[in-house]
């Protein structure tokens, strides 16, 4: 039975307190970082033997097997290790390349040899099944030699090939309904629940990424969860570095653009990229420095015919231009990026480790319009930074706990310049074009857009892990996040008539109109248990998740007065938000039929805060103090007394290994999606109305995945994903209800397909390689269109049913090939990629709502400006070519 409570005494919070507490005095524990490895040991005749020595030492980790033959392992770091067996009397087996996955099981069983001489050590390379049969739900594992094979550079690169995922939605949910996290710890922003890091291939060691239900330690997530578990210092000095170059080709019709807007630069993408590893000076210790620069321009370039000083006459159509007519490009990404990672195993069963990971980023989006001033247009500016401490201890050989302790440190800027009082934007004004002048370009002005968000967040997250048998696992955990969040506008640039003339005031910091940057210190809590039990063939995890929510904001106590200004009204002052708590049980069963093929069945409930910003922009119900019946709006407002979002999922799958190298994952899931943020429209006591955000959208997913996996059998390897869904719900968007009551259609709740509804996903990956000498992969994406609103006339009232059309189907392939050569301990690799291989235009993009076509409009001189606007496209096909090198000490 699932629960939702909102309460405003005491006892949930001292209740709260009592488990946090006991979870500490236990000395809690991480997950996400680290795997179980377990297994039996027999002798040639397939009698078990115990007594047997089973080493990891790299990890600095073994047990014993018991009379049965069997042993298990806790607590290993993810990666890929040998495995040493040994007992007096046998021949030792060393096995290779055993593959360790985070919160996840790898099964290893060895025979052994008697020798009665001295015989050599047997080696053999281990070989991960094709099927894992004890996995409960949906979850796919990228391994970091996986990674290197594969056409991606980013994180969202891999989490976007896999099945259930479109464009970051996990199947069929809103955006920001996924778990971000770093070595088992959230890294999500909370003022937008999304990712507050980049992260590059070259600082992975593992990702996960689970797409239907999930564990009861993994909370603020309705949709998915993907961890990115980072590479780890070597016990051995190791270094790699890695350069590539390259740009846009253009097809030969260059999209129709203006050569003198487009050109291929191929030093438009570059990627320079070095690491080292090894031990530090204090036995048991080891280190990790990576760092990167990236520079990316988009293919499109302005001239600067103008600049943003300049003075034209349009009222008389005189222009004058003093620009140099240098190109610039209109969008381009300048970033450094990092991490530095110290680990420490200077003490007995224990493991410290200390790791910050950092991004900054200078950039700038493309704005067709400013392609002639293109020295007007804003500016981002992003650094982001998340460090903190590790502890693990290891209590015995079956029992251990770690506690992490992070800040996620986020601020991004959106501004031309960074003081308000700066006074080029009195020198250019706005940005100012002419219609009948190269379609409207702006030919003088700056952008006005002043925009601040950050966000620091201390995150405490452990957990207690205890096999308590060898085939049960119970562990217990808590998280606490206190996110200290900022945003707004740092100074508001208007025009107002000072003595009759019109003069640009700046306005600061002047509630409720110009609230400037506003401030909130909400904080979240959870706790948990997770109970994973292998009876027989049969594995049953079962959980439980407390979650506790408190906004420390205050709102009217009566709606109806919202600003407590309206006359004869009662009062209305301001009251605290309630607390939220919920409880959300988990369940997952997986069932071996065969010894080759299982079933499984998953059941949650998710629960999750909607994104801060939604709940605490336009929160200051003041602004409504001269709010009358048929007056001027005041927007959407805030509201920090939401209860959290639910989902509840469920999914039954089949999985079977069909050889050794081929093997099947078929998934059949539903998702009840309840208490989403939606609007609803307030009603005062003097007949005025205004919108405000609560928990009124609701919406529901149903759909399957079919997944092949062929392992590589001589060159080749493949992976084959489909997925089918119907997503479906009253709005995409929180504001939509507000927005389409604002144009004047009706706001009433129905079902209709969420935009994002991609009916048919078809990915498919192909690699041809030989170890240590060449591979070649090929990354396929088919997928039908997307939802959009048809019109059938120009102007207010054409359109038929919302999302009633759907967009053309689309192709996209990208290509990775590389070649690699050695010399010494020296490894050298030539690489090419090539994204967007056949130049397609139109992926699941910009369509006229007239001809449901990104190509033409039945309105061409209505719609002249965006069939001009090259922006609508796709990025064409991008080039890159690059050397990566790698060597050090050998072991």
Same mark, same amino acid.
């Given at each position: 039975?699932?629960?939702?409570?909102?309460?405003?005494?005491?006892?949930?919070?001292?209740?709260?307190?009592?488990?946090?507490?006991?979870?500490?005095?236990?000395?809690?524990?991480?997950?996400?970082?680290?795997?179980?490895?377990?297994?039996?040991?027999?002798?040639?005749?397939?009698?078990?033997?115990?007594?047997?020595?089973?080493?990891?030492?790299?990890?600095?980790?073994?047990?014993?097997?018991?009379?049965?033959?069997?042993?298990?392992?806790?607590?290993?770091?993810?990666?890929?290790?040998?495995?040493?067996?040994?007992?007096?009397?046998?021949?030792? @087996?060393?096995?290779?390349? *055993?593959?360790? +996955?985070? =919160? $996840? #099981?790898? /099964? !290893?069983?060895?025979?052994?040899?008697?020798?009665?001489?001295?015989?050599?050590?047997?080696?053999?390379?281990?070989?991960?099944?094709?099927?894992?049969?004890?996995?409960?739900?949906?979850?796919?594992?990228?391994?970091?030699?996986?990674?290197?094979?594969?056409?991606?550079?980013?994180?969202?690169?891999?989490?976007?090939?896999?099945?259930?995922?479109?464009?970051?939605?996990?199947?069929?949910?809103?955006?920001?309904?996924?778990?971000?996290? @770093?070595?088992?710890?959230? *890294?999500?922003? +909370?003022? =937008? $629940? #999304?990712? /507050? !890091?980049?992260?590059?291939?070259?600082?992975?060691?593992?990702?996960?990424?689970?797409?239907?239900?999930?564990?009861?330690?993994?909370?603020?997530?309705?949709?998915?969860?993907?961890?990115?578990?980072?590479?780890?210092?070597?016990?051995?000095?190791?270094?790699?570095?890695?350069?590539?170059?390259?740009?846009?080709?253009?097809?030969?019709?260059?999209?129709?653009?203006?050569?003198?807007?487009?050109?291929?630069?191929?030093?438009?993408?570059?990627?320079?990229?070095?690491?080292?590893?090894?031990?530090?000076?204090?036995?048991? /210790?080891?280190?990790?420095?990576?760092?990167?620069?990236?520079?990316?321009?988009?293919?499109?370039?302005?001239?600067?015919?103008?600049?943003?000083?300049?003075?034209?006459?349009?009222?008389?159509?005189?222009?004058?231009?003093?620009?140099?007519?240098?190109?610039?490009?209109?969008?381009?990404?300048?970033?450094?990026?990092?991490?530095?990672?110290?680990?420490?195993?200077?003490?007995?069963?224990?493991?410290?480790?200390?790791?910050?990971?950092?991004?900054?980023?200078?950039?700038?989006?493309?704005?067709?319009?400013?392609?002639?001033?293109?020295?007007?247009?804003?500016?981002?500016?992003?650094?982001?930074?998340?460090?903190?401490?590790?502890?693990?201890?290891?209590?015995?050989?079956?029992?251990?706990?770690?506690?992490?302790?992070?800040?996620?440190?986020?601020?991004?800027?959106?501004?031309?310049?960074?003081?308000?009082?700066?006074?080029?934007?009195?020198?250019?004004?706005?940005?100012?074009?002419?219609?009948?002048?190269?379609?409207?370009?702006?030919?003088?002005?700056?952008?006005?857009?002043?925009?601040?968000?950050?966000?620091?967040?201390?995150?405490?997250?452990?957990?207690?892990?205890?096999?308590?048998?060898?085939?049960?696992?119970?562990?217990?955990?808590?998280?606490?996040?206190?996110?200290?969040?900022?945003?707004?506008?740092?100074?508001?640039?208007?025009?107002?008539?000072?003595?009759?003339?019109?003069?640009?005031?700046?306005?600061?910091?002047?509630?409720?109109?110009?609230?400037?940057?506003?401030?909130?210190?909400?904080?979240?809590?959870?706790?948990?248990?997770?109970?994973?039990?292998?009876?027989?063939?049969?594995?049953?995890?079962?959980?439980?998740?407390?979650?506790?929510?408190?906004?420390?904001?205050?709102?009217?106590?009566?709606?109806?007065?919202?600003?407590?200004?309206?006359?004869?009204?009662?009062?209305?002052?301001?009251?605290?938000?309630?607390?939220?708590?919920?409880?959300?049980?988990?369940?997952?069963?997986?069932?071996?039929?065969?010894?080759?093929?299982?079933?499984?069945?998953?059941?949650?409930?998710?629960?999750?805060?909607?994104?801060?910003?939604?709940?605490?922009?336009?929160?200051?119900?003041?602004?409504?103090?001269?709010?009358?019946?048929?007056?001027?709006?005041?927007?959407?407002?805030?509201?920090?007394?939401?209860?959290?979002?639910?989902?509840?999922?469920?999914?039954?799958?089949?999985?079977?290994?069909?050889?050794?190298?081929?093997?099947?994952?078929?998934?059949?899931?539903?998702?009840?999606?309840?208490?989403?943020?939606?609007?609803?429209?307030?009603?005062?006591?003097?007949?005025?109305?205004?919108?405000?955000?609560?928990?009124?959208?609701?919406?529901?997913?149903?759909?399957?995945?079919?997944?092949?996996?062929?392992?590589?059998?001589?060159?080749?390897?493949?992976?084959?994903?489909?997925?089918?869904?119907?997503?479906?719900?009253?709005?995409?968007?929180?504001?939509?209800?507000?927005?389409?009551?604002?144009?004047?259609?009706?706001?009433?709740?129905?079902?209709?397909?969420?935009?994002?509804?991609?009916?048919?996903?078809?990915?498919?990956?192909?690699?041809?390689?030989?170890?240590?000498?060449?591979?070649?992969?090929?990354?396929?994406?088919?997928?039908?269109?997307?939802?959009?609103?048809?019109?059938?006339?120009?102007?207010?009232?054409?359109?038929?049913?919302?999302?009633?059309?759907?967009?053309?189907?689309?192709?996209?392939?990208?290509?990775?090939?590389?070649?690699?050569?050695?010399?010494?301990?020296?490894?050298?690799?030539?690489?090419?990629?090539?994204?967007?291989?056949?130049?397609?235009?139109?992926?699941?993009?910009?369509?006229?709502?007239?001809?449901?076509?990104?190509?033409?409009?039945?309105?061409?001189?209505?719609?002249?400006?965006?069939?001009?606007?090259?922006?609508?496209?796709?990025?064409?096909?991008?080039?890159?070519?690059?050397?990566?090198?790698?060597?050090?000490?050998?072991?």
């Amino acid at each position: 039975m699932c629960r939702h409570r909102n309460g405003r005494g005491v006892p949930g919070v001292v209740a709260l307190g009592v488990v946090l507490l006991s979870l500490c005095g236990a000395q809690a524990a991480l997950a996400g970082t680290s795997g179980k490895l377990s297994g039996r040991v027999l002798d040639q005749k397939k009698q078990p033997l115990g007594g047997v020595n089973v080493a990891v030492p790299a990890a600095r980790l073994g047990a014993a097997t018991d009379l049965q033959g069997r042993y298990s392992i806790i607590g290993i770091p993810a990666g890929t290790y040998d495995v040493k067996f040994n007992l007096l009397g046998y021949a030792p @087996v060393t096995v290779q390349n *055993v593959l360790i +996955s985070s =919160d $996840n #099981t790898t /099964s !290893l069983d060895a025979t052994m040899t008697e020798q009665t001489v001295m015989t050599k050590e047997v080696v053999v390379t281990a070989r991960r099944p094709v099927v894992d049969l004890k996995i409960t739900s949906t979850m796919a594992t990228v391994s970091r030699d996986d990674i290197k094979k594969l056409p991606v550079q980013e994180l969202t690169d891999l989490v976007n090939l896999q099945a259930g995922v479109v464009d970051g939605h996990f199947r069929g949910g809103r955006a920001g309904e996924v778990q971000y996290q @770093v070595d088992g710890v959230s *890294v999500n922003n +909370s003022y =937008d $629940n #999304t990712s /507050s !890091l980049r992260l590059d291939r070259s600082l992975i060691e593992e990702v996960q990424v689970i797409s239907g239900t999930f564990d009861a330690e993994y909370g603020q997530a309705m949709s998915g969860v993907v961890n990115a578990v980072l590479r780890r210092g070597t016990e051995q000095f190791r270094w790699d570095a890695e350069l590539l170059a390259g740009g846009f080709a253009y097809g030969r019709d260059r999209r129709g653009i203006d050569p003198a807007f487009s050109e291929f630069n191929p030093l438009g993408t570059h990627n320079l990229q070095a690491s080292m590893s090894g031990p530090l000076p204090v036995p048991g /210790s080891f280190f990790l420095l990576s760092a990167r620069h990236y520079g990316f321009e988009d293919y499109l370039y302005g001239t600067r015919l103008f600049v943003p000083t300049d003075s034209a006459d349009l009222a008389r159509k005189v222009f004058r231009p003093s620009g140099d007519s240098k190109k610039l490009p209109l969008g381009y990404n300048h970033e450094w990026s990092g991490v530095a990672k110290l680990t420490s195993r200077g003490f007995k069963g224990s493991e410290l480790n200390y790791q910050a990971v950092f991004d900054a980023q200078e950039s700038q989006r493309s704005n067709w319009g400013f392609r002639l001033d293109p020295d007007g247009e804003s500016g981002q500016h992003t650094f982001s930074i998340v460090h903190g401490l590790d502890w693990t201890q290891t209590l015995r050989k079956t029992l251990y706990y770690t506690s992490s302790v992070r800040q996620n440190f986020f601020h991004y800027q959106d501004m031309r310049f960074p003081d308000a009082y700066d006074e080029r934007y009195d020198e250019a004004g706005p940005p100012l074009g002419d219609a009948s002048y190269q379609l409207g370009a702006y030919v003088q002005g700056v952008d006005f857009t002043r925009f601040e968000q950050k966000t620091s967040t201390i995150v405490w997250k452990s957990s207690l892990v205890d096999q308590i048998t060898r085939d049960q696992q119970i562990k217990v955990g808590a998280e606490f996040q206190w996110p200290r969040i900022w945003f707004g506008n740092p100074g508001t640039l208007v025009y107002t008539q000072v003595g009759g003339v019109n003069r640009l005031v700046r306005h600061e910091n002047e509630p409720p109109n110009y609230p400037g940057v506003q401030y909130y210190r909400p904080y979240l809590a959870a706790a948990y248990a997770q109970e994973d039990l292998e009876w027989n063939d049969l594995r049953i995890r079962a959980g439980l998740r407390f979650e506790y929510f408190n906004a420390r904001a205050a709102l009217p106590s009566d709606l109806e007065n919202p600003a407590n200004s309206i006359a004869g009204a009662p009062p209305s002052p301001l009251r605290p938000t309630t607390r939220k708590t919920s409880l959300a049980p988990r369940l997952g069963v997986s069932y071996p039929v065969t010894k080759d093929a299982a079933l499984f069945f998953a059941y949650g409930h998710f629960y999750q805060m909607p994104a801060m910003g939604d709940l605490f922009r336009n929160a200051d119900y003041s602004i409504l103090k001269d709010l009358q019946s048929s007056g001027v709006t005041y927007g959407v407002m805030g509201n920090p007394d939401i209860k959290p979002e639910e989902t509840v999922q469920y999914q039954f799958g089949y999985k079977q290994a069909i050889t050794e190298w081929l093997g099947v994952d078929v998934n059949v899931f539903y998702k009840d999606v309840r208490d989403l943020l939606g609007v609803e429209f307030i009603t005062t006591y003097n007949d005025a109305e205004y919108p405000r955000l609560t928990n009124v959208d609701f919406g529901n997913v149903i759909g399957f995945t079919v997944a092949f996996e062929q392992r590589q059998r001589g060159l080749v390897s493949t992976a084959l994903d489909y997925t089918w869904q119907l997503g479906q719900g009253n709005s995409s968007d929180p504001r939509e209800t507000a927005t389409r009551a604002a144009a004047g259609e009706d706001p009433r709740p129905r079902e209709i397909p969420f935009v994002w509804d991609q009916r048919h996903t078809l990915n498919m990956t192909v690699t041809l390689s030989r170890a240590n000498d060449f591979s070649l992969s090929s990354v396929v994406r088919v997928v039908s269109g997307q939802p959009y609103t048809p019109a059938i006339a120009a102007g207010f009232g054409g359109g038929l049913g919302a999302n009633s059309g759907r967009k053309p189907s689309a192709l996209l392939v990208d290509l990775r090939g590389e070649k690699t050569l050695r010399t010494g301990d020296t490894t050298m690799s030539l690489f090419a990629r090539a994204f967007n291989l056949f130049d397609t235009r139109y992926f699941n993009g910009f369509v006229f709502d007239n001809s449901g076509s990104p190509y033409y409009s039945r309105y061409p001189t209505t719609d002249r400006f965006t069939l001009a606007d090259p922006t609508r496209y796709y990025a064409p096909r991008r080039i890159e070519i690059g050397v990566s090198l790698g060597g050090g000490r050998s072991s």
